[in-house]
């Protein structure tokens, strides 16, 4: 079972920030793209930001462009989302995705095979 391991969240103030982290495997797979995903209370899971396996392109959610960066490591698979300027609203679990198959970059979660756990980020206004 392939394990994507999640971590760094917690509670923050209304304009506060925070930086999750997120490592896969790094022997036996072959990564592509991966990404950052959120699900708040009573709300579907969306798209927060993405990057391709090389780290030359990414891609987020208007919600978001501005306050957050995701960056990686690609030797040691691991990949960061920094929150800045953090909102109430950005309250939700966050998860980490990553695709075993190439796909055009993109915040569809059909385009991931393997999902974190989840971790809470809240945001106290």
């Known amino acids: 079972e392939v394990q994507v391991v999640e971590s760094g969240g917690g509670l923050v103030q209304t304009g506060g920030s925070l930086r999750l982290s997120c490592s896969v495997p790094t022997s036996g797979y072959v990564w592509f793209n991966m990404a950052w995903f959120r699900q708040a209370p009573g709300k579907a899971r969306e798209g927060v930001a993405c990057?391709?396996?090389?780290?030359?392109?990414?891609h987020y959610a208007d919600s978001v462009k501005g306050r957050f960066s995701i960056t990686n490591e690609k030797n040691k698979n691991i990949i960061y989302l920094e929150m800045n300027d953090l909102k109430p609203e950005d309250t939700a679990t966050y998860y980490c995705a990553a695709g075993e198959q190439w796909r055009p970059l993109s915040l569809l979660l059909t385009d991931y095979t393997y999902w974190g756990q989840g971790i809470q980020v809240t945001v106290s206004s």
């Open positions: 990057i391709d396996h090389g780290g030359a392109y990414s």
